[in-house]
């Protein structure tokens, strides 16, 4: 099994075990990075439908400074590339062949703030996700044409890893946000 099959693996069962419910305190520390990040009020958010113990980012829709922005889902396609979708709150979901929970397909967006989830991170922002490479595909493709995407992994603090393996296809994320801040 290589490295980051191990990563992976050891990981996933710490957050099994580790998992907690965040409160909406957790996600203040992502509006400090929007405001010093962005100068138009116009800004698309990427999240993903929490599963497996990630961190619960529907919190976000709890605190007053994220009403007013549009969010948005991915939908895994089946020629392996990924792209997201308008969603509100509550709106119905279809869970897809991962498993993941995925909005209908409405309004497509290359959105300017994409908050992720991974299963191990290090200091150097680097991430791990499910191994799939759907995030770094993305990235790597619209980045170029559209410089100013934001990326912050949202996860807990035990997630941290001491130095993770890349390859130069791994996109390095902008920030990460735990219930201990901004890394």
């Known amino acids: 099994m290589d490295k980051k099959k191990k990563i992976r693996k050891s990981y996933f069962?710490?957050?099994?075990?580790?998992?907690?419910?965040?409160g909406k305190k957790f996600f203040y520390p992502l509006i400090k990075i929007i405001q010093s990040e962005f100068k138009t009020k116009k800004i698309d958010i990427s999240i993903y439908h929490p599963s497996s113990y990630e961190v619960n980012i529907n919190r976000?829709?709890?605190?007053?400074?994220?009403?007013k922005f549009d969010f948005y889902l991915p939908i895994l396609e089946n020629n392996n590339t990924m792209h997201f979708y308008k969603w509100i709150k509550n709106d119905i979901l279809f869970v897809n062949r991962y498993g993941v929970a995925e909005p209908l397909k409405s309004l497509k967006k290359i959105p300017n703030l994409v908050l992720l989830p991974l299963l191990a991170f290090d200091k150097n922002?680097?991430?791990i996700g499910y191994g799939?490479?759907?995030?770094?595909?993305?990235?790597n493709k619209y980045f170029k044409a559209h410089k100013k995407i934001v990326t912050v992994g949202v996860a807990f603090s035990f997630q941290k890893y001491n130095k993770l393996p890349r390859t130069d296809k791994d996109f390095k994320l902008d920030y990460i946000i735990t219930e201990k801040g901004i890394i």
């Open 13 to 22: 069962l710490k957050r099994k075990k580790k998992y907690f419910e965040v």
């Open 60 to 67: 976000i829709f709890d605190i007053e400074f994220f009403k």
């Open 125 to 127: 922002k680097n991430r």
């Open 132 to 139: 799939k490479g759907f995030y770094d595909r993305y990235l």
